[in-house]
């Protein structure tokens, strides 16, 4: 069982940036390939990152490629997504993933969930 917490969300003027940053309680956490996710009302649970075990491979969404970057640290067990030039569209509930196997971008390949945390961009 790996639980994670997100946190680092919030409410962020277009053009402006956040850090969100997501906690895994195991030290296995270096053996889970992590994603990000996201979540708009009325709207199904999109891919928005990806990032191998060891961090030397990275997958976006084509909406984020360039403003967005994901990152790992495995010391701390802590995956990171950092997000520049927030556009309103961006708002969602973000969610980090773990998982073992599978394709990077579909939310069936991910073992475990965090809570979630918010995202608000105002235009």
């Known amino acids: 069982q790996v639980q994670l917490v997100e946190s680092g969300g919030g409410l962020v003027q277009a053009g402006g940036s956040l850090r969100l940053s997501c906690a895994a309680s195991r030290r296995t956490f270096s053996s889970y390939a992590m994603g990000w996710f996201r979540q708009a009302p009325g709207k199904e649970r999109e891919f928005v990152a990806g990032?191998?075990?060891?961090?030397?491979?990275?997958y976006y969404a084509d909406s984020v490629k360039g403003r967005f970057t994901i990152s790992r640290d495995n010391a701390k067990n802590t995956v990171y997504l950092h997000m520049n030039s927030l556009k309103p569209e961006d708002t969602a509930v973000y969610y980090c993933?773990?998982?073992?196997?599978?394709?990077?971008?579909?939310?069936?390949?991910?073992?475990?969930w965090g809570q979630g945390t918010q995202v608000t961009v105002s235009s």
């Open positions: 990032i191998s075990w060891n961090g030397v491979s990275t």
């Open positions: 993933a773990a998982r073992r196997a599978g394709n990077v971008y579909y939310t069936e390949s991910y073992d475990y």
